[in-house]
């Protein structure tokens, strides 16, 4: 035998014994337990809140609200940059029918945008159902038995806030004695502190704002902000009653016809 196959047969030799040496009692016991553990971490059923739901599937509340109406509407329902849903008097006012249009079609050329898929949206009509029917269970709850029947949410399709059928002038007078308090004879001031160019009254805001969102904020105030609503409104000022359904719509005509207005262009001076 030449030297090379001596070599390579002790080589055999010694890899036989090494497999040997470790196919020892005390061995064998450790890889079976080693592998009896692989085997249970990867045989364990697979949690069903780890698979993948697409998102016309979503059919949660929670998860629907958060994903597109929180970042307008606050996670709670309140203290976002719109309006509150969290608020049992919107919610006396609004149908379930109006809640749904709103959410499908949104509000055209304002800040609400239409969430319906057929109007170019995300969420399918079962999801939008799904939005509505959270948003009555969350938040609805009872006024006191002594709250008076509030006004409608929307006067009309053709003119929601009914603005055309209001009396600007009697509104301006309505401002000065119900809102100027807080926002300032310019609505360009709150509780005496200047806000600058901004304000309820701005051309800025108003581009911001619908008809409808103005009566409703006169009607519902804003809560989560300590803005009262129309009846606690009146009755903190020189009225010492509630707002009336004319003396709404003359408030809404004039804040409306205040944004509007054209700003007054500079005059140059010759030096």
Same mark, same amino acid.
């Given at each position: ?26 061995? *064998? ?10 085997? !249970?971490?990867?045989? @364990? ?18 998860? !629907? ?100 059928? @209001? ?6 007078? !309505? ?11 310019? @609505? ?36 989560? !902000? ?7 409104? @009146? ?10 359904? *004319? ?19 500079? *005059?140059?001076?010759?030096?």
């Amino acid at each position: 035998m030449t030297n090379t196959r001596r070599s390579r047969s002790r080589q055999r030799l010694g890899y036989s014994r090494g497999v040997q040496s470790l196919a020892t009692p005390s061995t *064998q016991t450790w890889i079976g337990s080693l592998l009896l553990l692989a085997l !249970l971490a990867g045989c @364990g059923k697979p949690d069903p809140a780890d698979h993948y739901v697409r998102p016309e599937q979503v059919m949660d509340f929670a998860k !629907l609200f958060g994903q597109n109406c929180s970042g307008c509407h606050g996670m709670d329902g309140q203290l976002g940059p719109a309006p509150p849903l969290n608020d049992p008097l919107f919610q006396m006012i609004i149908s379930d029918s109006q809640i749904s249009d709103l959410i499908h079609k949104g509000r055209e050329g304002y800040a609400m945008p239409a969430f319906a898929i057929a109007e170019g949206g995300p969420l399918s009509d079962a999801q939008i159902q799904v939005i509505v029917d959270g948003v009555r269970k969350q938040w609805k709850s009872d006024l006191p038995a002594e709250t008076p029947e509030p006004p409608v949410y929307q006067v009309s399709q053709d003119d929601p806030a009914g603005v055309r059928d @209001g009396n600007v002038d009697a509104g301006k007078k !309505l401002f000065t004695t119900v809102c100027m308090k807080c926002h300032g004879a310019d @609505g360009r001031e709150a509780d005496g502190q200047s806000s600058g160019d901004g304000g309820i009254l701005s051309h800025a805001f108003g581009e911001l704002v619908s008809d409808q969102l103005i009566r409703r904020i006169i009607i519902t105030g804003r809560p989560d !902000l300590d803005m009262p609503d129309y009846v606690e409104l @009146g009755k903190q000022s020189d009225l010492k009653r509630p707002l009336t359904e *004319q003396e709404i719509i003359d408030l809404a005509a004039y804040v409306r016809s205040a944004q509007h207005a054209p700003k007054p262009v500079p *005059q140059r001076v010759a030096l």
